[in-house]
């Protein structure tokens, strides 16, 4: 038969087991819940990256047609100042 001295050791030495086995296992527990997250994180980036292409690929486009208007705009007041000067060249050329 074992001595008690031997029980109490051996009695500690489970309960240390056991101590050590639920710190493992809340290690294991908070390991999953940080997963979790990242995961959740990175879908959230996903998503987000794909708003951001869409929204920019739209913003892109509009820049273009903005300055095609902007290229034809200064052209129309090209051709009116220079009907403009021929106008009022002929004018004063034909009151002479």
Known sequence: MALPHQN?????SHFVAS???LVATSDVQRA???VATARSSL?????LNARNSFC??????????LGA???TL???LDDGETEFRVGLF???WTTL
């Open 8 to 12: 109490i050791e051996r009695l500690i």
């Open 74 to 76: 200064s052209n129309v």
């Open 19 to 21: 101590k050590k086995s």
């Open 56 to 65: 920019r690929k739209g913003v892109d486009k509009q820049l273009r047609m």
């Open 43 to 47: 879908e959230s980036i996903a998503s």
């Open 32 to 34: 999953h819940e940080v």
């Open 90 to 92: 002929y004018s004063i």
């Open 69 to 71: 208007l902007q290229e």
